[in-house]
């Protein structure tokens, strides 16, 4: 099982793609998330994907940096689906604001020869908290993050061996879904900034965290893998160094500061 991050950035990011990632396993692929743009092909297509074989799609949220790809997904899809040069089906995953959305905006934006297929072979599947569905033939139990900004969910994927795989979305883990990320093998989560920088990127105000509080978070949960994303680009030349020195200070496992179109082996 792999995973490989089209990108790694926050909303506001121009030197690295919003955050969003394939995870693939034995010929099966699901994107998480789509980033806000068309870009996302792009991606796809730098990371060696094609985006035909996204057939399982998850969307945390409806913020536009992470949900606005998924609009440009559902245009190719569609619009292959309708020329012939699209077999099978394909699943999109989100809660009922999520769904409710995506299925508005290719009503108002694409064309009717297209959106026709959408609940024919294109689904939208909305899930509810504590929710289990298969996902990459694996059992997955999507849960509320409980966000303040906007409903949000993240998942968590039993990935063998008796070990999972927690995405805890774009903000921290919290008391509510801890549950989830205890005893993770992998744990997806967010770092704004690093913990020194915090004045300047006012992670707090956004509802995100810094790296000494990911780090903090994961070792107190008995976590072995911490991947962080979702940061700021101001950075990135370093980034890689300067958050895993940060994280290391706190937590004792292995931390991964992926850049865009890194692949890691899980």
């Avoid at 092909?41 to 992470?66: P, S, Y």
């Avoid at 609009?71 to 995953?93: K, L, N, T």
């Avoid at 900004?149 to 999972?164: R, T």
Wanted: hydrophobic share 35%.
């Amino acid at each position: 099982m792999k995973i490989t991050m089209l990108g790694t950035g926050n909303a506001l990011v121009t030197e690295c793609y919003n955050t969003c990632f394939v995870l693939q396993d034995s010929g099966r692929y699901l994107l998480v998330d789509g980033g806000g743009g068309n870009t996302i092909l792009r991606r796809l297509k730098q990371a060696d994907f094609n985006w035909m074989d996204m057939r399982e799609i998850f969307v945390t949220h409806k913020h536009v940096d992470h949900l606005m790809g998924i609009v440009w997904m559902i245009r190719m899809i569609c619009q292959y689906m309708r020329q012939g040069q699209y077999q099978g089906e394909a699943w999109i995953y989100g809660h009922d604001e999520v769904t409710a959305i995506l299925s508005e905006l290719a009503d108002k934006l694409l064309s009717s020869k297209d959106t026709r297929f959408i609940g024919k072979r294109l689904h939208m599947e909305t899930v509810s908290d504590g929710e289990e569905r298969l996902l990459l033939g694996r059992k997955t139990t999507f849960f509320d993050i409980r966000s303040t900004k906007a409903k949000q969910y993240g998942f968590c994927m039993d990935i063998g061996g008796g070990d999972k795989l927690t995405c805890c979305g774009d903000e921290p883990c919290s008391p509510f879904t801890e549950s989830y990320a205890r005893g993770s093998k992998w744990l997806l989560h967010e770092a704004f900034c690093l913990h020194d920088q915090a004045d300047v990127f006012h992670p707090y105000e956004k509802h995100h965290s810094t790296v000494k509080d990911a780090g903090e978070l994961a070792e107190r949960l008995e976590v072995r893998n911490l991947l962080l994303y979702h940061t700021e680009d101001k950075n990135i030349m370093r980034r890689k160094e300067l958050y895993t020195a940060e994280g290391k200070r706190y937590f004792h496992g292995n931390i991964f500061v992926p850049e865009d179109l890194e692949t890691i082996e899980l």
